[in-house]
């Protein structure tokens, strides 16, 4: 996260706008290509957090792309691109699957929440539930990760 911040950092002090905006584009891009593994899930603390940073440097950059405006943004467009689903995890207890699984909902609605005090006319709703949670129950140690995540895609497994 310290990388993603700096960088983050440096494109906000590029002084031409559509250099600045091209790089906003392109990072939030790059937020949303990142997919993390977590084989001892648990109650999916990692993959939580891990996201919610994710998304809070997202709406900094939504935030950022709006140069102090208001800016009103259509319900047919979402301009929310890093998703619970670039997260996943493997947990051999069946509850702590469910809690997984749950935590990172709660944590998607309260990033919509925040994302919507960013965006003028965002209003997009959390119910019914539209995302997949990639929380997988099985025993980590004898399942096959490509089989969870394909390794070409992941990016960081965390321990």
């Known amino acids: 996260m310290d990388d993603l911040k700096a960088e983050f950092k440096e494109i906000c002090a590029i002084a031409q706008p559509r250099t600045k905006r091209n790089k906003l584009d392109a990072f ?15 109650s999916g603390n990692f993959c939580t957090e891990s996201y919610l940073s994710l998304r809070r440097l997202e709406n900094q950059v939504l935030q950022e792309k709006q140069n102090g405006q208001i800016t009103f943004v259509s319900n047919s467009l979402n301009p929310i691109r890093v998703s619970i689903q670039q997260f996943y995890g493997i947990e051999i207890n069946d509850f702590a699957v469910t809690v997984a699984k749950t935590a990172l909902w709660i944590a998607e609605s309260q990033m919509l929440e925040e994302t919507k005090s960013i965006l003028y006319g965002f209003n997009q709703d959390f119910l019914p539930l539209k995302t997949y949670v990639n929380i997988t129950e099985g025993n980590a140690l004898r399942l096959d990760w490509n089989k969870v995540v394909p390794k070409d895609k992941l990016m960081y497994i965390m321990q």
Not at 28 to 42: E, F, M, N, R, T
């Open 28 to 42: 939030q891009k790059k937020l949303a290509s990142i997919y993390c593994l977590d084989p001892a899930a648990g």
